[in-house]
């Protein structure tokens, strides 16, 4: 199994991004996608949730912030919108099958993409 997360970069704070999560084999559809981000000298931060019912998105995403799926591509999308600096992390999207209750713990997630860094920076 592997997951690929690209899409990071460079971005104005108002600024947009979208990050990718490809994976390979499994069916992303069958599995919750998480994305968790480490920024510098903080520690990793859950910022979404996704199931197929719905998704959860931290307070400090919620509002600027989706995510989709594409089955046919087998990946997940993170849209970033009106970033801000303190949005500056390595982003990394997980996979995995967490109870409800435990699906913001990073321990739950069995896959994790490689990481992509967006800076947020003027």
């Known amino acids: 199994v592997q997951l690929q997360a690209s899409g990071g970069g460079l971005v104005q704070p108002g600024g947009s991004l979208r990050l990718s999560c490809a994976a390979s084999?499994?069916?992303?559809?069958?599995?919750?996608v998480a994305w968790f981000r480490r920024a510098p000298g903080k520690e990793r931060e859950g910022i979404l949730v996704s199931r197929s019912s719905r998704t959860w998105y931290s307070d400090s995403v919620k509002g600027r912030f989706t995510v989709s799926r594409d089955n046919a591509k087998n990946t997940a999308y993170l849209q970033m919108n009106s970033l801000k600096v303190d949005d500056t992390a390595v982003y990394y999207c997980?996979?995995?099958?967490?109870?409800?209750?435990?699906?913001?713990?990073?321990?739950?997630?069995?896959?994790w993409g490689q990481g992509t860094q967006v800076t947020v920076s003027s």
């Open positions: 084999g499994l069916t992303l559809n069958s599995y919750v």
């Open positions: 997980a996979v995995g099958s967490p109870i409800l209750s435990a699906h913001w713990d990073p321990q739950m997630y069995r896959y």
